[in-house]
């Protein structure tokens, strides 16, 4: 077979999930033949095979691991993996109907298996960066099933790090920095569904259980942009890459709008807030 396009859509996030949850299984991989194209699904990677054959260009969206990402000691330190602890944490919460601080201690003072070993190698070759890449032209057969095994294999590591004890992977800044995020998040949880629904498009009002990540990434870049008054640019564009990394589609684009719409509207109602306060003490 020629002329194959592959692409790998989607990060091992949703089999690396912590607790109660059903433990990550060996991918199971489907075929289903429609219009000359056959459709591999994993949990982890989808992969589109087309016929008749593109061009044999080969693109791959890389990115070496990050050294301002690891402390001395390997574990992770910087604030975008609390802030992707922070996304692992609500989504779990969310399918177990859970409070996300009370998963994240759970989590944090877990007693380890009796026997269990964490390779610590695992963390250098873990990328944050590491987003959905544009498609991959491969030529043979055999280039489409080596990668799909590098695919799997990229999963399984993956979901072995986000699994692992949280104290063996994060530094204590970014265990911390993850505790005061899940707070902001639980705490005003409800009042933000309301801020939500306001700014996101009606399609993903009527599929909101297809939409997890999408929506836990939106309650955590609002929670820091309001309680921990962190800059809406760095927010942003942070809840921008943690969609690009564990999202489809258009999410991405959809959820930078919607945060400058929300940003908007604070401003807005800050300003209006400011010209009745001045207006009061004028008249008094």
Known sequence: ?????????????????????????????????????SHFRSRSVAVA??????????????????SHFRS???????PRSARELALLISYAACLQGTDPLLLFHRR???????GFV????????????????????VATHQEEQHLIHQFDTDSAFEADVLSAPLKLVYTN???????????AVATGWNQRIHLINQVIP?????EAPSKIIELCILHIAMAEITSKGTKHQIVINEAVDLAKRFCDGQAPRII??????????????????????SEAIRLA
């Open 202 to 206: 009606q399609r993903w009002k009527n």
């Open 256 to 277: 930078n709008g919607c945060l400058r719409t929300f940003v908007k509207q604070q401003s807005e109602e800050s300003r209006a807030e400011d010209i009745s306060e």
């Open 1 to 37: 077979m020629e002329g194959m396009t592959m692409t790998r859509t989607r990060s091992c996030f949703c089999s690396s999930l912590p607790l109660q949850l059903p433990p990550p299984t060996t991918t199971r991989m489907r075929m289903r033949m429609k219009s000359g194209t």
């Open 72 to 78: 001395r000691s390997g574990r992770f330190s910087s």
């Open 108 to 114: 944090l003072n877990a007693k380890r298996v009796p």
């Open 118 to 137: 964490f390779d610590k190698q695992l963390l250098l070759r873990y990328d944050h960066m590491s987003f959905a890449s544009q498609p991959i032209h």
């Open 49 to 66: 095979v087309s016929v008749p054959p593109p061009p044999t260009t080969r693109m791959m969206s890389t990115c070496p691991p990050r």
């Open 173 to 183: 800044f970014v265990l911390r920095f993850t505790r005061e995020i899940l707070e």
